[in-house]
T-cell receptor, first 111, second 112 residues
C-alpha cells in the first residue's frame, strides 16, 4: 500500500461546479498535511496547509479526518484557471519526518 | 518570498556525460532536497541535506550524488548520465522538517 494515495482522475467538471478530492495516508502518526497545485510542466506550489480544525481560503476548503486517515480539498465555483494537478503531501514520522507526495489528482474545468 | 533558482530550465546531455544540476536559495533555509518527477511515478526523493556538508539518501539515490559546500547551494551530480535519467528534476527547500517545501522551477533533462 502506498503511503499517500490519491485518485489520479482526471476530474472533468464544468465551470461553476463544486469538486472534492480525497487523499488517504497510511501513517497514523503523521502531523503535517498540505495541498499543492501543479500546472502542466511547472513546479508544485503550496496551495494550503491542512489544520486539524479544517481551514478555508476563498473558494478552497481543506479538511482533515484523523480517524479515517484522509484529507480532503473542496473547490467551490470552479474556474477555468483551477485546471491543474493537485498534490496531497503528508509528513512521515518514521522516515525522518520527511514529506511524502501523493501521485496527484488532475482537474480539468471546462467552459 | 522564498526564491529557489535552478541553473537550467532545459538541458540535453549525451549518455556517459557527467552532469551538474545547480540549485541556489536565498532564504537561509536549513533543508534542501532534490526530486525527480516522471509521468505515472510522481515525485521521488533522490537526496536531501539538513546542513552544510551533510547529505542523506532519499528513495532513489542510485546513479546520483550531491554536494552542499555552502548553505545556499545544493548540487545534484549525475556521474555518468544514462537515458533512464531523462526526467524533470526539482530542487526544494524548507525551514525545518515537516514544514512546507518551496520548489525551484525545475530542470527538464534529456539524456540521448
Amino acid at each position: 500500500r502506498k503511503e499517500v494515495e490519491q485518485d489520479p482522475g482526471p476530474f472533468n467538471v464544468p465551470e461553476g461546479a463544486t469538486v472534492a478530492f480525497n487523499c488517504t495516508y497510511s501513517n497514523s502518526a503523521s502531523q503535517s498535511f498540505f495541498w499543492y497545485r501543479q500546472d502542466c510542466r511547472k513546479e508544485p506550489k503550496l496551495l494550503m496547509s491542512v489544520y486539524s480544525s479544517g481551514n478555508e481560503d476563498g473558494r478552497f476548503t481543506a479538511q482533515l479526518n484523523r480517524a479515517s486517515q484522509y484529507i480532503s480539498l473542496l473547490i467551490r465555483d470552479s474556474k477555468l484557471s483551477d485546471s491543474a494537478t493537485y498534490l496531497c503531501v503528508v509528513n512521515i514520522w518514521n522516515a525522518g519526518n520527511m514529506l511524502t507526495f501523493g501521485g496527484g489528482t488532475r482537474l480539468m474545468v471546462k467552459p | 518570498d522564498v526564491k529557489v533558482t535552478q541553473s537550467s530550465r532545459y538541458l540535453v546531455k549525451r549518455t556517459g556525460e557527467k552532469v551538474f544540476l545547480e540549485c541556489v536559495q536565498d532564504m537561509d533555509h536549513e533543508n534542501m532536497f532534490w526530486y525527480r518527477q516522471d509521468p505515472g511515478l510522481g515525485l521521488r526523493l533522490i537526496y536531501f541535506s539538513y546542513d552544510v556538508k551533510m547529505k542523506e539518501k532519499g528513495d532513489i539515490p542510485e546513479g546520483y550524488s550531491v554536494s552542499r559546500e555552502k548553505k545556499e547551494r545544493f548540487s545534484l551530480i549525475l556521474e555518468s548520465a544514462s537515458t533512464n535519467q531523462t526526467s524533470m528534476y526539482l530542487c526544494a527547500t524548507s525551514t525545518q522538517s515537516g514544514e512546507p517545501l518551496h520548489f525551484g522551477n525545475g530542470t527538464r533533462l534529456t539524456v540521448t
